[in-house]
């Protein structure tokens, strides 16, 4: 008799406990910890940086309104690490990217964040892509978010874009921009509306 009682009391202990646990799953589920709040190690204000090849020819300019200069911290011990594995954050940057004898590409955004020594820059909200052409008119390309590498004049996104160009519209999911050889991509759903005669 003793054994059933305490068989049942331990079957009834562990059916209150599974309950518990299923009704309350802070019982198990970890606490998620906050990541301290970073602090910038440099605030620049109406900056402007200026890369140049070694020929000593103007590659890109960036300008923007505030950069902030965060480095990176290795979780294992909390440290900081080396300042080229850091990133800046960009507020409203305006990028125009230089080739010889073409007319520079400009591309503006309202954030951005700059890696690895300023070989990767990425841009979001309201991005805009732009560009004279010879014969009158602009090339005109916006997304919500473009990475760019201007030391190699490439630029990407797997997002939403449309480009606007005397000779017509045309929307698209995805791009790649060689700004070398002024070739565009469009990589999936495209869809456009072309003039081969547009009206003045």
Do not use: C, H
């Amino acid at each position: 008799m003793l054994k059933k009682i305490l068989t049942l009391t331990v079957i009834t202990g562990l059916v209150l406990v599974a309950v518990l646990i299923s009704e309350n799953p802070k019982i198990t589920a970890p606490l998620k910890l906050e990541s301290k709040p970073q602090t910038p190690v440099a605030i620049i204000k109406n900056s402007t940086t200026r890369q140049y090849n070694p020929q000593g020819q103007l590659e890109y300019l960036l300008k923007v309104e505030t950069a902030e200069q965060f480095l990176r911290v290795n979780p294992k011990n909390d440290k900081p690490l080396s300042a080229e594995k850091g990133y800046t954050e960009l507020s409203q940057p305006d990028l125009t990217l230089f080739q010889s004898e073409q007319t520079p590409w400009n591309i503006t955004a309202e954030n951005g964040r700059a890696e690895n020594n300023g070989t990767v820059i990425t841009l979001w909200g309201d991005v805009v892509v732009y560009r004279s052409l010879a014969d009158g008119g602009e090339y005109i390309m916006s997304t919500d978010q473009l990475e760019v590498r201007p030391l190699e004049q490439l630029a990407e996104t797997d997002r939403a874009v449309t480009i606007r160009s005397p000779n017509g519209v045309a929307n698209a999911v995805g791009m790649r921009l060689n700004m070398i050889n002024n070739v565009t991509e469009l990589l999936s759903q495209v869809k456009g509306v072309y003039e081969s005669n547009p009206l003045p």
